[in-house]
């Protein structure tokens, strides 16, 4: 019996290891470059503003999108100004450590969003961001040669972004979700750009619910939470007490319909034609044509980016 209880056990343990080396595997397996466009902003932006040898703002806007189509033109991609998995593959050069540049500076400036390397952005690649390259690679479950090639780039420009809540975001857990406040990039600078703009009305900080987990994947009771891409605000109190106060809806007489709908408007400016839909039940907000009807959405705003 004993014997018995120990194999199973031991078997468990060799089991659960190989499922558990397979979870991650499949995480980074189905990494992908995210397709960025005119209106979308954040860290895969600069990088790719970076690998194009123009300005890197973060801002993905008309000069971005011109110089896209040139380069698309330039290398027999049709030129539609929308930077997805084959412009891509043509903006990607593999780097390694000796190597100068901006597109070392893509990688910098990636590590240092999404991994929090600590990175002088210096385009010089030395012992310090061939270690973070290894420890990206490790991290990924990619072989740590320090070298950054096609499938350490696609891992890197795939992976998600924390929010940064130092500033003009608090954070909630109303779902015990713990961190699931990971992003896909431009989503994350997204909502960072209209918080700021939003604390400039002098309501208070955005309280953010979930986004995702950090490399996306099951989340209980949110399965749209899966993709980095959509992302639950609470609506803002007369207050100014959304990120201390108890949760509202939009029928609470502490409900701010002015705050709120500066909120959704400064979402919209952030990320012009970058969303897909904000659902909110607020019938104001409806009938302006800033949000729309969904059940369960009276206590927060949820945005869907493309
Ligand atoms: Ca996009
Ligand atoms: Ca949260
Ligand atoms: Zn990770």
Same mark, same amino acid.
């Given at each position: 019996?004993?014997?018995?209880?120990?194999?199973?056990?031991? *078997?468990?343990?060799?089991?659960?290891? &190989?499922?558990?080396?397979?979870?991650?595997? +499949? @995480? *980074?397996?189905?990494? *992908?470059?995210?397709?960025?466009?005119?209106?979308?902003?954040?860290?895969?932006?600069?990088?790719? =503003?970076?690998?194009?040898?123009?300005?890197?703002?973060?801002? #993905?806007?008309?000069?971005?999108?011109?110089?896209? %189509?040139?380069? =698309?033109?330039?290398?027999? /991609?049709?030129?539609?100004?929308?930077?997805?998995?084959?412009?891509?593959?043509?903006?990607?050069?593999?780097?390694?450590?000796?190597?100068?540049?901006?597109?070392? %500076?893509?990688? +910098? &400036?990636?590590?240092?969003?999404?991994?929090?390397?600590?990175?002088?952005?210096?385009?010089?690649?030395?012992?310090? &961001?061939?270690?973070?390259?290894?420890?990206?690679?490790?991290?990924?479950?990619?072989?740590?040669?320090?070298?950054?090639?096609?499938?350490?780039? %696609?891992?890197?420009?795939?992976?998600?972004?924390?929010?940064? *809540?130092?500033?003009?975001?608090?954070? +909630?857990?109303?779902?015990?979700?713990?961190?699931?406040?990971?992003? $896909?990039?431009?989503?994350?600078? =997204?909502?960072?750009?209209? @918080?700021?703009? #939003?604390?400039?009305?002098? %309501?208070?900080?955005?309280?953010?619910?979930?986004?995702?987990?950090?490399?996306?994947?099951?989340?209980?009771?949110? @399965?749209?939470?899966?993709?980095?891409?959509?992302?639950?605000?609470?609506?803002?109190?007369?207050?100014?007490?959304?990120?201390?106060?108890?949760?509202?809806?939009? +029928?609470?007489?502490?409900?701010?319909?002015?705050?709120?709908?500066? /909120?959704?408007?400064?979402?919209?400016?952030?990320?012009?034609? =970058?969303?897909? $839909?904000?659902?909110?039940?607020?019938?104001?907000?409806?009938?302006?044509?800033?949000?729309?009807?969904?059940?369960?959405?009276?206590?927060?705003?949820?945005?869907?980016?493309?």
């Amino acid at each position: 019996m004993k014997a018995l209880v120990w194999r199973i056990a031991s *078997f468990t343990l060799i089991f659960g290891i &190989t499922l558990g080396s397979i979870g991650s595997a +499949q @995480a *980074f397996s189905a990494a *992908f470059f995210h397709t960025i466009s005119k209106g979308n902003r954040g860290t895969d932006v600069k990088a790719m =503003q970076y690998l194009l040898n123009i300005s890197a703002d973060g801002v #993905f806007g008309s000069g971005t999108e011109s110089s896209v %189509k040139s380069f =698309q033109s330039s290398r027999g /991609l049709g030129a539609d100004g929308i930077v997805g998995p084959n412009t891509w593959g043509e903006l990607i050069v593999t780097v390694r450590r000796g190597d100068n540049g901006n597109a070392v %500076k893509a990688i +910098q &400036t990636l590590l240092n969003a999404k991994r929090n390397a600590g990175l002088t952005v210096d385009g010089a690649f030395g012992a310090g &961001t061939e270690i973070a390259v290894k420890s990206f690679q490790s991290h990924a479950g990619l072989s740590a040669d320090g070298v950054v090639g096609p499938t350490t780039w %696609k891992n890197l420009i795939w992976h998600y972004e924390y929010t940064d *809540f130092s500033a003009n975001i608090c954070d +909630q857990d109303p779902d015990s979700n713990g961190n699931a406040n990971w992003g $896909v990039a431009s989503t994350v600078a =997204q909502i960072e750009a209209a @918080a700021s703009d #939003f604390v400039g009305y002098g %309501k208070g900080k955005v309280p953010l619910g979930d986004i995702s987990f950090e490399h996306g994947g099951d989340i209980p009771g949110h @399965a749209s939470h899966e993709t980095g891409l959509d992302v639950d605000l609470w609506p803002i109190r007369t207050d100014g007490k959304q990120c201390t106060g108890s949760r509202i809806t939009w +029928q609470s007489s502490t409900y701010d319909r002015a705050a709120t709908r500066n /909120l959704v408007k400064a979402i919209r400016a952030a990320a012009p034609n =970058q969303i897909t $839909v904000i659902y909110f039940n607020d019938p104001v907000l409806i009938s302006e044509g800033l949000t729309t009807s969904y059940p369960n959405h009276d206590n927060h705003l949820h945005i869907r980016f493309k």
